[in-house]
């Protein structure tokens, strides 16, 4: 019962602090280490437009560019994912002060991938078997759920925002992102 009590005071002070704060939409960009799977790493540039929809909530157009190499199964070929993608997401802003907000977000994005794998082959000639690792290279999209934190410092009296971002992304499969971002209000 204590846990839910303290739990609703601090939803209705958060509620009262985000309407007494006026939001402004702002652009954003960012560059950061991405994560795709062991041994596949490599950076994500990120561009989004963010704007009030009500008090304590936002919502954000973007676009991201993922560039990601690596040798996880074999030093012969090097795989890749390069993935160009479009999200649409929703930030709710459960701390702001004048200075400094901290945003959870959900989104949805919209992939177009590009990617090269190499897998196993085991060839059997004259009794001994030997192991290929034959590159496939594929395209196509995909689309998925981002889940994203964020925290933004604002410069006093420049609108220039300071920031760190967290997220789980899509582009060919589930990538973790951390980088930072800049941006301004508008």
Known sequence: ?????????????????????ESRPSLRAGLGYTHDFPGMNGYTALAEYGFPIFAGFEGA?????????GFPRTSQVQE?????????????????????TFKIGLGYS??????KRAYPLIVE??????????????TGHTRGINLIGEY??????????LGIRGA???AYTCTYFIGPTLGFQL
Request: proline content about 4%; cysteine-free.
């Open 80 to 100: 890749y994912t390069k993935a160009t993608s479009l999200d649409f997401n929703l930030y709710w802003l459960p701390l702001r002060t004048e200075t400094s």
């Open 125 to 138: 000639t004259g009794g001994s078997k030997s192991t290929t690792w034959p590159a496939q290279e594929s």
């Open 152 to 161: 933004q410092y604002m410069i006093p009296s420049t609108g220039l925002l």
């Open 1 to 21: 019962m204590k846990r839910l009590t303290v739990w609703i005071l601090f939803l209705a002070v958060t509620k009262l602090q985000a309407q007494s704060i």
């Open 168 to 170: 789980l992304y899509k």
């Open 110 to 115: 919209f992939s177009f991938y590009n990617i």
């Open 61 to 69: 157009i973007g676009a991201k560019r993922a560039d990601i190499t």
